[in-house]
């Protein structure tokens, strides 16, 4: 089970994500960041049903 700071953490780094995922041009780059989304995404959901 993830802290409410290891939480907080991962939504921030979610928003970083977005961000980047947005300005980013390079489809393959775009990929990788997708992943490391859905990564956090399936994290944070386990949390919260824990």
Request: net charge negative.
């Amino acid at each position: 089970m993830l802290s409410k700071t290891d939480q907080i953490l991962f939504i921030r780094e979610l928003g970083r994500l977005q961000n980047d995922f947005k300005n980013c041009n390079s489809d393959q780059v775009r990929e990788f960041i997708h992943q490391d989304i859905l990564l956090l995404l399936c994290a944070l959901s386990i949390t919260a049903i824990e």
